[in-house]
């Protein structure tokens, strides 16, 4: 199934282990980093649709470093 949306996974950090916290769609990637800011603290997986672009995947990667973000894909 290709995903449509931007999908963002946020976890809380316990112990040796992340705890999923919540799981969000979004259609474009300005509301994916909103969230993220909002969350600061948090660790992040986000999903990307099919729809998109390379200079999408290069701002979702340039996130600050400051975030814990894991990038995956589609394929």
């Given at each position: 199934m290709s995903r449509k949306m931007w999908e963002l996974d946020i976890y809380r950090q316990q112990?040796?282990?992340?705890?999923l916290v919540a799981t969000h769609d979004f259609h474009n990637l300005i509301s994916l980093r909103i969230a993220i800011i909002e969350n600061r603290g948090r660790s992040f997986v986000v999903r990307e649709?099919?729809?998109?672009?390379p200079q999408?995947?290069?701002t979702s990667r340039?996130?600050?470093p400051s975030?814990?973000?894991k990038i995956s894909s589609q394929g």
């Open positions: 112990g040796n282990t992340d705890a649709p099919l729809h998109a672009t999408d995947r290069i340039s996130e600050s975030f814990d973000i």
